[in-house]
C-alpha cells in the first residue's frame, strides 16, 4: 500500500510491568532495559514490535516508531482524583514504577513521532515528567526496590520511567501534570 510512516502504541508493559515479583534490572527505566513481557498483553507488544524490526529489515526506507506509553489517565473523565488516594501506600502503584501519562501528552508524542524525520524502527518510552508520587523517588525505591540500582533522577519526583530518549530525538515535553 506505499505506507511508509507508521506509529505503533506498544506499551510500558513490555519491560517487565508489573515488577512483581521481579524487580527492574536498574532505575530510572530506559529503552535500554531487557523486553521481559510478563502478561499475555505486553507478549503481544513484543510481538508488534518484532514485526516491525522485520518489516524495516525488508524496507530500509520505511519508518515504525514504537511509543512505549505509561499508564494512559484522561483528565476530562476525573481520573486523576484517584492519585491522592496513593499518597500514603507507595506500594499501591510500584507496579510501574509510579507511571503515567495524560492522554493529551499522549497525542503529541504520536503527532510528534509522525513528524520525525526517520528511518527504521525506533521505541520511546511517552510518560510524564513526574511520578504519580509526592514522596521523592529516594522514599519510594527505599519502600519498595531497596536492591535496585538507582541513577539519582535530577529532581525528586522525575519520572521513573525515563523520557530523555524521546525529548531528545522528538521533542516531546510534556505539558499536562495530575497536580
Not at 507508521?6 to 510500558?12: H, K, N
Not at 503481544?44 to 524495516?56: D, I, P
Not at 524525520?117 to 511520578?131: R, S
Request: with cysteine.
Amino acid at each position: 500500500m506505499g505506507i511508509k510512516n507508521v506509529v505503533m502504541a506498544s506499551s510500558e508493559t513490555l519491560i517487565g510491568i508489573p515488577f512483581d515479583p521481579h524487580p527492574p534490572e536498574f532505575l530510572p527505566i530506559t529503552e535500554e532495559n531487557e523486553r521481559r513481557p510478563e502478561s499475555a498483553y505486553s507478549l503481544s507488544k513484543l510481538v508488534g514490535e518484532t514485526m516491525a524490526e522485520q518489516y524495516v529489515r525488508w524496507d530500509p526506507t520505511l519508518k515504525i516508531i514504537s511509543l512505549r506509553f505509561s499508564n494512559v489517565m484522561i483528565e476530562a473523565s476525573g481520573e486523576y482524583e484517584s492519585f491522592e488516594s496513593w499518597q500514603d501506600d507507595p506500594k499501591a502503584r510500584y507496579w510501574n514504577c509510579w507511571g503515567y501519562i495524560d492522554s493529551r501528552d499522549g497525542a503529541q508524542a504520536v503527532a510528534k513521532a509522525l513528524d520525525a524525520n526517520k528511518q527504521g524502527h525506533h521505541q520511546y518510552l511517552i510518560a510524564n515528567g513526574n511520578t504519580c508520587m509526592r514522596k521523592s523517588n529516594d522514599e519510594l525505591i527505599k519502600a519498595c526496590f531497596p536492591g535496585v540500582k538507582y541513577n539519582k533522577t535530577a529532581g525528586p519526583n522525575d519520572t521513573l520511567l525515563s523520557i530523555e530518549k524521546a525529548k531528545r530525538e522528538l521533542g516531546y515535553k510534556p505539558e499536562y501534570d495530575w497536580k
